[in-house]
Each structure stands twice: as C-alpha cells, then as structure tokens.
C-alpha cells in the first residue's frame, strides 16, 4: 500500500502571515496539532505545531495581562514561530517506510508533496487507522501468534491447511523473530474453532505464543 490510499487530501494548510492566534484557534476547531505553512506561491516553507506556538507566547509568569498578550500573538505570525526544516514523502513512497521515517524522526505527521504542492497529510491517526485494519481488528473468530521456520514453503503450508478446513484467512501478519531461524507470524481466521487452529498449528510445527478466541 502507499501514501496516497492512506492521506488526507488536500489538508488544511495557512500562509506564512497567519497569526498564531488564528492557527492555534484552526487547530483547536478541526482537532489538529499541527499544520503545513504555504508560502505566496503555494509552497511548503514550514510546519507550525502546538508546541511552536506554545514556545512563543508569554509564560504564566508573565506582568501582561489578557488584553496585551492577545494584543501581542495577533502580531506574531507562524513565520517566526514555524518549523522550517519539514520531512515530506511522495504520494507514492510505501506506507511502512513512511511510518518508519516518523519512528526515526518523532514526528507525529508527514505531509506529502508532489511537484512542490502540499497533496496530502499523514499522521499518527491515520498510520494507527491503517494498521488496526492490517490486523484484522474488530472481525470474530480465532486470533494466533506464533513462531514458524524461516524458510520457503512454511507460510503457504499453513494456509493451504486453513483453506482445506473451510477457515477464512482476515489478516496474516509476519516479523523479524527474537528467535534465530524463525519469524513471529500473526494471524486472525473466522470460521474455525481454536480446537481445530492449534491442531493445524501443532501439525505444522509452529511454536504456539497465543492462541485465543476473539
């Protein structure tokens, strides 16, 4: 899968001139924590987030009172307060890289540029969305975890054995295991019985971690 099945399209954005105190109340409104800042010409010159404009007004310490500080963010735009360094990823790039270069990097978003035109947003959100789906979350039936042998033909015995069972396959899943030799697999089936599951698993000499009914 890649980025632009999973973005959001043509996100929210503000210009350089936007006051913070018009972007926090944007983001306060649509429920977000950060947004692309476009130059004139449309382009993507920064990113302003919650905590860039957290920085920038007074601590609770300070003498101003209401009046004068709002007198004082209407003034100060996210050009001054932005991030201007901002990760982008192609509306082509793989979805499990992208999740990696947020992993790397700490960032909760990605916006995704083509031809220097902000197209789409990832997030945090959307990443989660993603791979709740991946797992096969909310269907009924038997979920299992397990070790199996890291080599051609394991996997496709497996399914082949589920199939002849009448089982239906929801969501396979396979990583790098702790265990030289060997890959942790999960996968969510409906219409077999966890009786039946761990017999097909024994019978294919998968190390059994967690088998349940869901």
């Known amino acids: ?93 793989v979805v499990e890289e992208t999740a990696k270069i947020m992993v790397d990097n700490e960032i909760g978003c990605v916006p995704v540029v083509s031809d220097d035109i902000v197209v789409g947003i990832v997030t945090e959100s959307d990443l989660f969305a993603l791979f709740t789906a991946m797992f096969g979350a909310g269907y009924k039936g038997v979920r299992a975890n397990f070790y199996m042998q890291d080599k051609p033909g394991e996997l496709s015995a497996l399914v082949k ?26 996968i969510r089936v409906t219409d077999i019985d966890e009786k039946s599951m761990k017999q097909i698993l024994d019978e294919n000499s998968a190390e059994i971690i967690d088998l349940r009914v869901v």
Do not use: H, Q, W
């Not at 101003?64 to 735009?77: A, F, G, P």
């Not at 589920?162 to 702790?178: F, M, P, Q, W, Y």
């Open 1 to 93: 899968m890649i980025i632009k099945d999973v973005m959001t399209k043509n996100p929210v954005c503000v210009s350089e001139d936007t006051s913070i105190v018009e972007a926090n109340e944007i983001m306060l409104k649509n429920g977000f924590g950060k947004l692309p800042v476009l130059d004139k010409s449309k382009k993507l010159v920064g990113i302003i987030t919650k905590k860039d404009i957290a920085k920038a007004s007074p601590s609770s310490a300070t003498t101003l009172d209401k009046y004068e500080i709002n007198s004082l963010l209407e003034k100060l735009t996210v050009a001054k307060c932005m991030t201007k360094k901002v990760i982008v990823v192609s509306p082509e790039e």
């Open 161 to 186: 054995c589920l199939a002849e069972k009448g089982a239906n396959i929801v969501a396979v899943i396979t990583r790098e295991s702790e265990k030289p030799g060997s890959r942790r697999v999960t």
